[in-house]
């Protein structure tokens, strides 16, 4: 099976933000043979505080994402919260996203299974891997014709996640593309006084352990400078060091 890889800023800042990522992604796409579906957030409704930066908008925001597609011929992933957004999102994006928090939401994996896009769900910060065959049956029931999992880790404690690499293992029972999120699995929630923080020095070693338990695809959050980025910095992996990692897991 072909690894798949899923790579984008966190949330649409700006066109400027979009063109240097996509650009990169373009590079080491030929560079190395290889297809990185283009991520990026039109909003982000779960930010901490209601001060965060949330994104464009869903107009605006698909309207970015389309222009990135027919430039640079990259697939695109977004995340969806509420199901009216699954159609309007599926007419630009080839895979959506349903958010950790929401992976049992009836009524929304139903609307993004009935798109025929590729369905990808995020497992919840409050389930066990084998729990995700419910949501994954929603959507199958629905109509989808292809889900995916994905790996992000599980509330341990106050602001802080673990990673169960075994979850890997028994959603590949489920279904047979398990993505391993690189990046929000060194959040720590909520931990940033009104804002999530994170440790991405523990990006690459999430990738690779994931990859040892058979994860079949690897999510990273990425950005030109993190520091400065407006939602998700602490955790998102640097630009110029991503093909580093993309190398390690070719």
């Known amino acids: 099976m072909t690894t798949i890889f899923i790579a984008g800023p966190c949330v649409i800042e700006n066109a400027g933000l979009l063109d240097v990522v996509a650009t990169e992604l373009v590079r080491l796409n030929q560079k190395y043979g290889i297809d990185i579906i283009f991520k990026a957030s039109f909003d982000k409704a779960n930010r901490t505080s209601?001060?965060?930066?949330?994104?464009?908008?869903?107009?605006?925001?698909?309207?970015m994402l389309a222009d990135i597609k027919e430039r640079y011929s990259l697939r695109i992933l977004t995340d969806i919260h509420e199901s009216w957004q699954a159609a309007p999102a599926a007419e630009v994006a080839d895979v959506l996203q349903i958010p950790a928090?929401?992976?049992?939401?009836?009524?929304?994996?139903?609307?993004?299974?009935?798109?025929?896009?590729?369905?990808?769900?995020?497992?919840?910060?409050?389930?066990?891997?084998?729990?995700?065959?419910?949501?994954?049956?929603?959507a199958l029931q629905a109509g989808a014709k292809e889900v995916w999992l994905t790996e992000r880790g599980n509330s341990f404690g106050y602001n802080n996640l673990v990673v169960d690499f075994r979850n890997i293992a028994d959603m590949l029972e489920i279904v047979p593309t398990v993505i391993m999120d690189c990046?929000?699995?060194?959040?720590?929630?909520?931990?940033?006084?009104?804002s999530t923080s994170g440790d991405r020095r523990f990006v690459p070693a999430m990738a690779r352990a994931a990859q040892a338990f058979g994860a079949t695809g690897f999510f990273f959050e990425i950005h030109p400078d993190p520091d400065h980025a407006l939602s998700d910095g602490p955790n998102m992996w640097p630009l110029a060091q991503f093909e580093e990692v993309v190398k390690s897991l070719l």
């Open 101 to 138: 928090f929401l992976c049992r939401q009836t009524d929304l994996l139903v609307a993004a299974a009935k798109t025929s896009r590729v369905v990808n769900i995020k497992k919840a910060q409050f389930l066990s891997g084998r729990d995700m065959a419910f949501p994954v049956d929603k």
């Open 50 to 63: 209601l001060r965060s930066f949330r994104g464009p908008g869903l107009d605006k925001g698909l309207q």
């Open 183 to 194: 990046t929000h699995s060194v959040q720590r929630p909520g931990a940033g006084n009104g």
